[in-house]
């Protein structure tokens, strides 16, 4: 066996291409495991949960498999674009100079040497040539030839919903180097990195340490920020429920004023019918289909309906004396607004729930509440089409249009103003059951009944 003594390159000699690759011995995987759990009792304790691409030896490892993966592969090229979910650990060939190793749970696609990588952790072995790039969340790595890992920070539903209400939770990636040099920007700032040097950036920030160094604070910051959405989401219910029940005290105080002026408007009115200086007229509330025409011009809608009270409601001796009523009939108009209470917040709790993401905070909210929390969420979300359910209401009670069948999709703010002008109605057809039609309108809208009487306006359709 001759030796060669110049600086000719090997395939000059050698036909690679029909040189056949000799198999593993059989104990390779097991010689190589025992190897890194050596490394890894010398010193440096049990890893941590979850895969750290920290150790040296393992990266120098897994870059050696995929070297002997790639030349081997050379005879199949690999697609130049394509994409991937990884359930379990899978590698993969990029185009004709990248292989990578995707943890589970990783997600990348690619376009040549352009990836887009959007979450999980990823190991990239590149051969040297022109500018490989892989774009993140949080910003984009440049490289010419090397090996290096990526783990990007999947943003959780609830950290969403909270950056969209203000919170702004950013995404979090770690690169990490092992051979080579790297180069990544993130929000106007860039950095090169070496072999054995690793990067945490996101929220515009770049930190630089050690390979080591920098999974520790890595992990640590995810396992931080899985608390942070949960705590800003909680503070901002909050705070939104100190808002609601200070707008309800004012509310509260401006409708004690407000009865007391009506009382006295309607005992004066009262007196003027009985002599028959003044027509009787109808309750302002007793709305028509013609009514609700014209409210829905404007996209107003109306309501008086059973207050509801955590003891429940029943008329005094002196309010039935002036209701007409027997003494027993108390007993039925207790029932009728329990009843209706429980009509009422059937159809609002899911609907508050669903607006709070939260069923305990609906129970603790209330019918009361709830419909302003509805409304105000759901205007926020998108003002245009709570105005339209507004109107919409306005003119299915009108008759323009059907009511919905059962199962049709409605907007949140629809569905609730549907029951809530549903219920007079259906107050009235309890009472119909005890004291007849007509005796049921005229105690419904008598003034000696404890209403809620509520109007909500979010005016007429633009260009109209």
Same mark, same amino acid.
């Given at each position: 066996?001759?030796?060669?003594?110049?600086?000719?390159?090997?395939?000059?000699?050698?036909?690679?291409?029909?040189?056949?690759?000799?198999?593993?011995?059989? %104990?390779?995987?097991?010689?190589?495991?025992?190897?890194?759990?050596?490394?890894?009792?010398?010193?440096?304790?049990?890893?941590?949960?979850?895969?750290?691409?920290?150790?040296?030896?393992?990266?120098?490892?897994?870059?050696?498999?995929?070297?002997?993966?790639?030349?081997?592969?050379?005879?199949?090229?690999?697609?130049?674009? =394509?994409?991937?979910?990884?359930?379990?650990?899978?590698? $993969?060939?990029?185009?004709?100079?990248?292989?990578?190793?995707?943890?589970?749970?990783?997600?990348?696609?690619?376009?040549?040497?352009?990836?887009?990588?959007?979450?999980?952790?990823?190991?990239?072995?590149?051969?040297?040539?022109?500018?490989?790039?892989?774009?993140?969340?949080?910003?984009?790595?440049?490289?010419?030839?090397?090996?290096?890992?990526?783990?990007?920070?999947?943003?959780?539903?609830?950290?969403?919903?909270? &950056?969209?209400?203000?919170?702004?939770?950013?995404?979090?990636?770690?690169?990490?180097?092992?051979?080579?040099?790297?180069?990544?920007?993130?929000?106007?700032?860039?950095?090169?990195?070496?072999?054995?040097?690793?990067?945490?950036?996101?929220?515009?920030?770049?930190?630089?340490?050690?390979?080591?160094?920098?999974?520790?604070?890595?992990?640590?910051?995810?396992?931080?920020?899985? %608390?942070?959405?949960?705590?800003?989401?909680?503070?901002?219910?909050?705070?939104?429920?100190?808002?609601?029940?200070?707008? $309800?005290?004012?509310?509260?105080?401006?409708?004690?004023?407000?009865?007391?002026?009506?009382?006295?408007?309607?005992?004066?009115?009262?007196?003027?019918?009985?002599?028959?200086?003044?027509?009787?007229?109808?309750?302002?509330?007793?709305?028509?289909?013609?009514?609700?025409?014209?409210?829905?011009?404007?996209?107003?809608?109306?309501?008086?309906?059973?207050?509801?009270?955590?003891?429940?409601?029943?008329?005094?001796?002196?309010?039935?004396?002036?209701? =007409?009523?027997?003494?027993?009939?108390?007993?039925?108009?207790?029932?009728?607004?329990?009843?209706?209470?429980?009509?009422?917040?059937?159809?609002?709790?899911?609907?508050?729930?669903?607006?709070?993401?939260?069923?305990?905070?609906?129970?603790?909210?209330?019918?009361?509440?709830?419909?302003?929390?509805?409304?105000?969420?759901?205007?926020?979300?998108?003002?245009? &089409?709570?105005?339209?359910?507004?109107?919409?209401?306005?003119?299915?009670?009108? =008759?323009?249009?059907?009511?919905?069948?059962?199962?049709?999709?409605?907007?949140?703010?629809?569905?609730?103003?549907?029951?809530?002008?549903?219920?007079?109605?259906?107050?009235? %057809?309890?009472?119909?059951?005890?004291?007849?039609?007509?005796?049921?309108?005229?105690?419904?809208?008598?003034?000696?009944?404890?209403?809620?009487?509520?109007?909500?306006?979010?005016?007429?359709?633009?260009?109209?």
């Amino acid at each position: 066996m001759s030796e060669r003594d110049d600086e000719r390159p090997l395939s000059e000699d050698v036909d690679l291409e029909a040189w056949d690759a000799a198999p593993p011995p059989r %104990d390779f995987s097991e010689r190589v495991v025992e190897r890194i759990r050596a490394e890894r009792s010398d010193g440096q304790g049990a890893a941590p949960k979850g895969r750290r691409f920290g150790s040296r030896a393992t990266a120098v490892v897994i870059a050696a498999s995929l070297a002997a993966s790639v030349a081997l592969a050379f005879r199949s090229p690999a697609p130049a674009r =394509g994409s991937a979910i990884a359930r379990d650990r899978i590698e $993969l060939t990029m185009g004709s100079r990248a292989r990578v190793v995707l943890e589970p749970g990783a997600e990348l696609a690619w376009d040549g040497d352009d990836v887009v990588q959007s979450r999980g952790d990823v190991f990239y072995r590149v051969e040297p040539g022109a500018r490989f790039r892989v774009k993140t969340p949080a910003g984009v790595i440049e490289v010419k030839g090397t090996c290096f890992g990526v783990r990007v920070a999947e943003m959780q539903k609830r950290d969403i919903k909270v &950056a969209a209400a203000g919170a702004g939770a950013a995404a979090l990636v770690l690169l990490g180097v092992y051979e080579g040099k790297v180069a990544l920007s993130h929000d106007g700032q860039r950095a090169e990195l070496g072999a054995g040097e690793a990067a945490t950036f996101g929220g515009g920030r770049v930190e630089r340490q050690s390979l080591a160094d920098g999974q520790k604070a890595f992990d640590a910051k995810v396992a931080a920020r899985g %608390d942070e959405p949960l705590e800003a989401a909680n503070q901002n219910l909050v705070n939104q429920v100190t808002d609601y029940k200070k707008r $309800l005290e004012a509310l509260s105080a401006q409708k004690v004023e407000l009865e007391g002026k009506l009382s006295s408007t309607e005992r004066a009115l009262a007196a003027a019918q009985a002599d028959g200086s003044a027509p009787r007229v109808k309750h302002d509330f007793d709305l028509s289909q013609d009514d609700w025409k014209e409210l829905a011009k404007d996209g107003t809608v109306k309501a008086r309906t059973p207050c509801i009270k955590p003891e429940g409601w029943a008329p005094s001796a002196e309010q039935l004396q002036r209701l =007409g009523l027997a003494p027993d009939d108390a007993a039925t108009l207790k029932t009728a607004y329990a009843q209706s209470n429980e009509r009422i917040w059937a159809a609002l709790r899911p609907l508050c729930a669903q607006a709070v993401n939260s069923a305990e905070v609906a129970e603790k909210l209330g019918p009361s509440t709830c419909q302003h929390l509805v409304l105000d969420v759901e205007g926020a979300k998108d003002g245009d &089409a709570t105005n339209e359910a507004m109107r919409l209401v306005g003119e299915i009670r009108s =008759g323009a249009r059907p009511m919905p069948g059962p199962g049709e999709k409605l907007h949140p703010v629809a569905k609730m103003f549907l029951a809530v002008t549903h219920e007079p109605k259906a107050f009235e %057809d309890e009472l119909a059951r005890a004291f007849g039609p007509e005796e049921a309108h005229r105690i419904a809208y008598s003034d000696e009944l404890c209403m809620s009487r509520s109007t909500w306006g979010r005016g007429p359709r633009k260009g109209k």
